[in-house]
C-alpha cells in the first residue's frame, strides 16, 4: 500500500485477554518503529526494528508486552494479559534505514475494560 | 535526562499572531531533526525537517542551534487551521526517532 497500515483500527478486549495488533510498513523501509500514546499524553516509545532485528526493546513497558517482525516488512506487537492501563492508541511507523522522515500508520485504540 | 525536551504549552494565541515553539536535545552528535504536528485523535504527520542552515516553508520557518542545542518552530500569520500539537523530533544517530511530548497550540479567532 502507499502509506502505514494498522490493523485494527479499534480493539476493546476485556481485562487479562491477550491482544495482537499489526503492523504494515512502507514498501521497502527497513525501520519500523511502535509507539503509545495515552489520551493526552505524548509519544512514549516501545520498541524499534531494523530488518527483522530489534537493537532498542528498552521502552516495552513489560513482560507482557511483546514484539516481533518477519520477512523484514509486517510486525505485531502482543501484549499478554491486557491490563486497564494498557488502554491507549498503539502507533507504529517506518522510514527508510532509520533516517528521513518516519510515516505514521493511524494507529490502533485499544481500549480493555 | 530526556532526550528532547519541549514546552507543553498550552500556546493560545488570535489570528495573525506571530508565534514560536522551541525544544532541547539532549545527545550533541544528533544529525537530524524534524517538527512533526498532530491533529486531534490523528497520528503525528511531518511539517518540516529542520537543516543546519535553518529553512523555510511559507509561513513556517525551523532554525537549528547547535551550540545550544535546541530547534525553533516559528509560525507567522497564524490561522486558525494551525490549531494543533506540534512535536520535536532528534534522531541522533540516523536509527531511532525521539519525540518530544508535543507544545498545544490553539489559534483563536
Known amino acids: 500500500g502507499a502509506g502505514v497500515s494498522q490493523s485494527p483500527s479499534n480493539k476493546v478486549t476485556e481485562k487479562g485477554k491477550d491482544v495482537e495488533l499489526r503492523c504494515d510498513p512502507i514498501?521497502?523501509?527497513?525501520?519500523l518503529y511502535w509507539y503509545r500514546q495515552s489520551l493526552g499524553q505524548g509519544l512514549e516509545f516501545l520498541i524499534y526494528?531494523?530488518?527483522?532485528?530489534?537493537?532498542?526493546k528498552s521502552g516495552l513497558p513489560s513482560d507482557r508486552f511483546s514484539a516481533e517482525r518477519t520477512g523484514g516488512s509486517v510486525s505485531t506487537l502482543t501484549i499478554q494479559r491486557t491490563q486497564q492501563e494498557d488502554s491507549a492508541v498503539y502507533l507504529c511507523a517506518s522510514s527508510l534505514e532509520g533516517a528521513g522522515e518516519a510515516f505514521f500508520g493511524q494507529g490502533t485504540r485499544l481500549t480493555v475494560v | 535526562r530526556k532526550e528532547v525536551e519541549q514546552d507543553p504549552g498550552p500556546f493560545n494565541v488570535p489570528e495573525g499572531a506571530t508565534v514560536a515553539f522551541n525544544c532541547t536535545y539532549s545527545n550533541s552528535a544528533s544529525q537530524s531533526f524534524f517538527w512533526y504536528r498532530q491533529d486531534c485523535r490523528k497520528e503525528p504527520k511531518l511539517l518540516m525537517s529542520v537543516y543546519s542552515s535553518g529553512n523555510e516553508d511559507g509561513r513556517f520557518t525551523a532554525q537549528l542551534n547547535r551550540a545550544s542545542q535546541y530547534i525553533s518552530l516559528l509560525i507567522r500569520d497564524s490561522k486558525l487551521s494551525d490549531s494543533a500539537t506540534y512535536l520535536c523530533?532528534?534522531?541522533?544517530?540516523?536509527?531511532?526517532?525521539?519525540f518530544g511530548t508535543g507544545t498545544s497550540l490553539t489559534v483563536i479567532p
Open positions: 523530533v532528534v534522531n541522533p544517530f540516523g536509527d531511532q526517532f525521539y
Open positions: 514498501s521497502g523501509h527497513t525501520a
Open positions: 526494528f531494523q530488518g527483522n532485528s530489534a537493537p532498542d
